[in-house]
């Protein structure tokens, strides 16, 4: 088989795969545009014959969606400017001092990485609630998911660190440097990439948060849009097309920040593999 064909072989597998990936996305999209008949008939469409473009204004006005993408911002982005100041100096940490201790210490913050959310739950809440930070409950969902957040912050932070050679922080220190400057001089800048793409990554998963909003705020109005598109759900559902509107508002700026970040998110997650 020439290269050409093999080439040309593997970029229509990867067309169909990513078709299959993508279709229900765009099912989410066409559904939110379908009457109600529309949705349920046989065979499907692919595209309403008449779509009901006003359903986003309706979802958007009838469930306060300016509010609920207001408090996954404010959730996002709390979780995600805790996680950079804590965990970029233990990434550091860990990527410059190797011993016994610090194979440990990187050993368990991996464990930590594979407990869910609905595990850590109860202990947290029963925590949270002892401390009194369940009275100021976005507080406690943003240092929820920070500390579930941040194994993975530190694990692909440390690999950008290590990247950045040594001598390079050594030569600083010989300049007159200490060793704090050198970090913020030479280390910092060089790794901005790698913390930058973890940083995104961490933010998209923030602001789709679910358990821990769900499970510690009570008050509507400081609830996230996660737990506002679960007040669509009930025995007698069928409202449809605005859950999949509501759902629709709600990824649209995700998905927009994956693409128009795509090569950078890309090329950071790379960055620790070619050392």
């Given at each position: 088989m020439s290269e050409t064909l093999r080439n040309r072989l593997m970029l229509a597998i990867a067309l169909v795969l990513a078709a299959i990936y993508l279709f229900p996305l765009y099912w989410m999209y066409v559904t939110a545009l379908k009457t109600g008949s529309a949705m349920f008939a046989t065979p499907p469409h692919f595209w309403p014959d008449e779509?009901?473009?006003?359903?986003?204004?309706?979802?958007?006005?009838?469930?306060?969606?300016?509010?609920?993408?207001?408090n996954s911002l404010v959730i996002a982005s709390g979780a995600v400017s805790l996680v950079c100041v804590l965990g970029v100096g233990c990434a550091y940490v860990l990527a410059r001092y190797r011993n016994v201790w610090i194979?440990?210490?990187?050993?368990?913050?991996?464990?930590?990485?594979?407990?869910?959310?609905?595990?850590?739950?109860?202990?947290?809440?029963?925590?949270?609630s002892q401390?009194?930070?369940?009275?100021?409950?976005?507080?406690?969902?943003?240092?929820?998911?920070?500390?579930?957040?941040?194994?993975?912050?530190?694990?692909?932070?440390?690999?950008?660190?290590?990247?950045?050679?040594?001598?390079?922080?050594?030569?600083a220190m010989v300049d007159g440097n200490s060793r704090i400057g050198a970090f913020f001089s030479i280390v910092l800048p060089l790794a901005r990439n790698g913390i930058l793409v973890s940083a995104i990554l961490?933010?998209?998963?923030?602001?789709?948060?679910?358990?821990?909003?769900?499970?510690?705020?009570?008050?509507?109005?400081?609830?996230?849009?996660?737990?506002?598109?679960?007040?669509?759900?009930?025995?007698?559902?069928?409202?449809?097309?605005?859950?999949?509107?509501?759902?629709?508002?709600?990824?649209?700026?995700?998905?927009?920040?994956?693409?128009?970040l795509q090569r950078r998110i890309v090329s950071g997650l790379t960055s620790g593999a070619l050392k």
């Amino acid at each position: 088989m020439s290269e050409t064909l093999r080439n040309r072989l593997m970029l229509a597998i990867a067309l169909v795969l990513a078709a299959i990936y993508l279709f229900p996305l765009y099912w989410m999209y066409v559904t939110a545009l379908k009457t109600g008949s529309a949705m349920f008939a046989t065979p499907p469409h692919f595209w309403p014959d008449e779509p009901q473009w006003g359903v986003y204004a309706e979802v958007w006005r009838s469930r306060n969606m300016g509010q609920y993408l207001w408090n996954s911002l404010v959730i996002a982005s709390g979780a995600v400017s805790l996680v950079c100041v804590l965990g970029v100096g233990c990434a550091y940490v860990l990527a410059r001092y190797r011993n016994v201790w610090i194979d440990i210490g990187l050993f368990l913050i991996l464990m930590l990485q594979v407990l869910p959310a609905s595990l850590m739950i109860t202990p947290i809440f029963v925590g949270f609630s002892q401390l009194g930070l369940l009275d100021t409950p976005r507080l406690a969902v943003v240092l929820a998911v920070a500390a579930k957040s941040m194994p993975f912050f530190v694990v692909l932070v440390r690999a950008s660190f290590m990247t950045v050679p040594i001598e390079l922080e050594e030569a600083a220190m010989v300049d007159g440097n200490s060793r704090i400057g050198a970090f913020f001089s030479i280390v910092l800048p060089l790794a901005r990439n790698g913390i930058l793409v973890s940083a995104i990554l961490i933010f998209m998963q923030a602001f789709g948060e679910f358990v821990y909003s769900k499970s510690m705020i009570q008050a509507v109005d400081l609830q996230p849009a996660s737990v506002g598109l679960y007040t669509f759900m009930g025995p007698n559902t069928n409202e449809w097309n605005g859950i999949m509107a509501y759902s629709t508002i709600y990824v649209t700026p995700i998905l927009a920040l994956f693409v128009l970040l795509q090569r950078r998110i890309v090329s950071g997650l790379t960055s620790g593999a070619l050392k």
